[in-house]
């Protein structure tokens, strides 16, 4: 009943959505949480027992549960066919539907439960701000687009929830609108969204022009049919087409920069939009993709190492960042680099598993820095922390389990699934893996160290608060501080779901995701029984490398929180940045983010000039407007003046030529020749009378000469 | 002495003609001009009456009767035309008559 009608699922928060926008302004508070925390709380209860039944269903085969509601584009009639590249004709089909198959069974659970957790976070951090109304109604709205997301069953679907996460986050970050740096941040956060969008589209449209449809199931048992070949190259564009999609959601490098600056965001956002939910969105659509990523090495390869990249690229920044919320930001990033790697290196269950790990403990500690922003009246800068390790003990002490669950100690959630990750990383054929692990566990070096960092500044060492400040400390309310106990506990034991068999566990949770993700890319039909049967020899082995990486995991994870101890647990006003005294240069530039904003605006958006040329696309603007000035009016002036030089020219030709010669010339032709001729009339009597008498001499001399 | 002949006869209304057109091109009052024009016809007279002595007939003589009437005629018209020049211009100043001239 359940399952059957889980279309109901994003329903519910889109009610509580559209009632806010409706009657929000008249509603008390007590009302808005009632119909919007009810709305997700309803949503999370529905989807544990659709859950349930789908476990029922599916009898361990991983069979997806597909209900389609409504066709919303194309029909049967088929006038909306089109012709896919191999010249046949396929109708195009993108409906409401939804598939619910261990995958999506997962992100619903965690995206659903960490939803509802923070929507009860934030009754009690957003009490004494503006707008409550309109930041529930916007948190609705977004749980309605990433259910959308989660649940649909084709491509199309999914790109309106992908759409509405992004908007979502638009209006979420620039909820405090009237401060220009959050607006500039939504639109950061919205436009490089965008850029990525269009790869989505992009990868999305080659996908149905060569395989003919949109539905996840299609594509999956046409790929999966051994009918393509590895490394098909429009395959290979496609799924890259994709990825750029996810880098733009997931805040992969190049697309990376609009999370940081979107932690000016309210905290509660920070922590479900940019922790736990929309930012796995790209990692889920590459999940769902994985038939045709297993289909395109040099696809995975890229995802492989770019994802290693942003991890260490974004740990290194994080490792100097002062606002605390900044150094969470550039942790996610870096974690979900991690992600990546994992997919990108086929270990897409380790990948998934980290998603649902990181979920927890990710939240936890961006609720808990809320706690501690509240606690300390607004400051975020971890400078002016220090020694609130008595005084807000619920926050410091779930707090202290987020660090010990991201930075990999044995145990906690993080531990499993990171360790997972590089271990798969290590073991995947080729040496280039190697490389990519070295980069994997470099990071966690890191990771481990500006955790420790954070909780250290802010928990231990001397107060260095003003004086007001210290005085109006005090724990959150209950409203914030069950959700983190809730999480923090989550984040214990979500981990043990995946415990691997070299502890004696049996990892269910991959063995739950099983059937989504295909191991290898098809085979030759004749080889296919029995590589399988050899593969699933292999998984029962235990390598004793594992627990030789395992090991140096932790010790990366110990030494990167002893040094952090050392730095920065006795921190007193004055404290010093190791790295800063170690190489100040280096630190300069870990501290501006590698100047990444500033490149991209010399590069890409031309907001500064090199020198006197702008790139970029305010560049373009620039050169477009000076070719219209300069060469295009130019060539209307140019136009102009020959008209004129022309005209100038005919007017001379008219007025001397053909009225001077043409016209006056006969005239004063005429008139010269009158002068003889008038002198046959000169009106003078005697001159007549001379004329006869000329002419009568004249016929006189000629008879006498005859 | 010579015999007077015909000859002599045509020399003197030669000169008188001549004289007679001279008169006409030249003499700016109008009155002079119709007299001049009166010389000249009757030198021509002249002529005809020398003419009719020596062919022995009477031709020249009726001619010249005709001329006559025709220059009394004339002379009729021609002082009428003085008299309207007169009444109009208030001079009898053959150049002055020069409405016609451009």
């Known amino acids: 009943m359940f399952l059957n009608h889980i279309y109901l699922i994003p329903l519910f928060p889109a009610f509580g959505a559209a009632m806010m926008l409706f009657f929000g302004r008249r509603l008390q508070k007590a009302t808005v949480n009632a119909v919007c925390v009810g709305a997700v709380v309803v949503a999370f209860l529905f989807a544990c027992f659709a859950v349930v039944e789908y476990t029922h269903f599916a009898h361990g085969t991983g069979q997806p549960f597909e209900k389609i509601v409504y066709t919303w584009l194309g029909s049967g009639d088929g006038h909306l066919n089109f012709l896919k590249k191999d010249g046949t004709a396929a109708a195009f089909n993108a409906d409401f539907g939804f598939l619910l198959d261990p995958l999506s069974a997962i992100w619903l659970l965690f995206v659903t439960g960490v939803g509802m957790l923070i929507h009860i976070y934030s009754t009690g951090y957003m009490a004494h701000e503006g707008g409550y109304y309109r930041f529930f109604g916007y948190l609705n709205l977004f749980m309605f687009a990433m259910l959308t997301l989660i649940l649909a069953n084709n491509y199309i679907l999914m790109f309106v929830g992908w759409e509405g996460v992004g908007l979502c986050s638009y209006l979420l970050i620039g909820f405090y609108f009237h401060r220009k740096s959050a607006s500039d941040a939504a639109n950061k956060a919205f436009i490089t969204n965008r850029i990525g969008d269009a790869g989505f589209l992009l990868g999305a449209f080659t996908l149905v022009w060569y395989l003919g449809s949109f539905r996840f199931t299609d594509i999956n048992a046409l790929a999966r049919s051994g009918h393509y070949l590895v490394g098909d190259p429009i395959l290979t564009a496609a799924a890259l087409l994709l990825f750029l999609g996810a880098c733009g959601k997931s805040a992969q490098i190049p697309l990376y920069v609009w999370l940081p600056d979107a932690m000016e965001g309210p905290t509660p956002v920070s922590a479900l939009i940019h922790a736990a939910t929309m930012v796995t969105a790209g990692v889920y659509m590459v999940a769902r993709s994985n038939a045709i990523f297993v289909l395109a090495p040099t696809a995975m390869k890229t995802v492989a190492i770019i994802g290693a990249l942003t991890a260490i690229f974004a740990a290194s920044i994080g490792l100097v960042q002062n606002d605390i919320k900044r150094v969470l930001a550039y942790s996610t990033v870096s974690q979900l680099g991690y992600m990546f790697l994992a997919l990108g290196v086929g270990a897409f269950a380790a990948g998934v598993f980290h998603v649902f790990t990181h979920a927890f403990f990710k939240a936890l500690l961006f609720l808990g820095s809320g706690s501690v922003i509240h606690a300390m009246s607004g400051e975020q800068d971890m400078k002016f922390m220090g020694d609130l390790r008595s005084r807000i003990p619920i926050t410091y002490k779930t707090m202290f389990i987020g660090m010990l669950a991201i930075a990999g100690i044995p145990g906690f959630a993080g531990f499993f699934s990171k360790d997972e990750i590089l271990w798969q990383a290590y073991t995947k054929e080729g040496s280039a893996y190697h490389f990519l692990w070295l980069i994997g566990f470099a990071t966690a070096l890191m990771t481990a160290f500006y955790m420790g960092r954070l909780i250290f500044l802010t928990f231990f060492g001397k107060p260095r608060m003003s004086h007001e400040a210290e005085h109006h400390i005090h724990e959150s309310p209950k409203s914030m501080t069950i959700p983190l106990v809730i999480l923090a506990i989550c984040s214990v034991l979500a981990g043990w779901l995946g415990l691997p068999h070299s502890l004696g566990g049996s990892n269910r949770f991959e063995k739950f995701l099983e059937p989504v993700f295909a191991k290898e890319a098809p085979m030759m039909r004749a080889e296919e029984p029995a590589q399988l049967a050899a593969g699933k020899k292999e998984e029962e082995h235990t390598d004793p490398m594992e627990y030789g990486l395992m090991i140096l995991s932790v010790g990366a994870a110990v030494v990167g929180l002893g040094l952090a101890y050392r730095s920065y647990a006795r921190a007193g006003k004055d404290y010093s940045e190791p790295i800063a005294v170690a190489s100040p240069p280096l630190y300069r530039v870990l501290y501006n983010k590698w100047f990444v904003d500033e490149g991209y605006d010399y590069i890409f958006t031309g907001r500064r000039k090199l020198g006197d040329v702008r790139l970029g696309v305010m560049g373009a603007g620039e050169a477009s407007s000076w070719f219209d000035a300069k060469i295009i009016d130019g060539a209307v002036n140019d136009a102009g003046w020959i008209t004129r030089a022309i005209a100038t020219l005919s007017s001379w030709w008219d007025k001397w030529v053909i009225d001077g010669v043409c016209v006056n010339g006969p005239a004063i032709l005429a008139r010269m020749m009158s002068y003889p001729a008038r002198l046959f009339e000169w009106g003078l009597v005697q001159w007549y009378a001379l004329v006869m008498v000329t002419g009568l001499v004249g016929f006189a001399v000629y008879y006498v000469w005859k | ?102």
Do not use: C
């Not at chain 2, 009726?62 to 211009?89: M, P, Q």
């Open chain 2, 1 to 102: 002495m010579v015999p007077i002949a015909t000859l002599h006869y045509l020399v003197v209304a030669a000169a008188l003609f001549v004289l007679g057109v001279i008169g006409v091109l030249t003499r700016r009052n109008v009155v002079i001009i119709l007299m001049s024009i009166e010389l000249i016809l009757n030198a021509v007279n002249l002529n005809l009456v020398a003419f009719s002595r020596m062919w022995g007939n009477l031709h020249g003589q009726v001619f010249a009767i005709f001329i006559v009437v025709d220059a009394a005629a004339e002379a009729a018209v021609g002082l009428g035309i003085l008299i309207a020049f007169f009444r109009n211009k208030e001079t009898i100043n053959v150049d002055e008559i020069d409405l016609l001239k451009w």
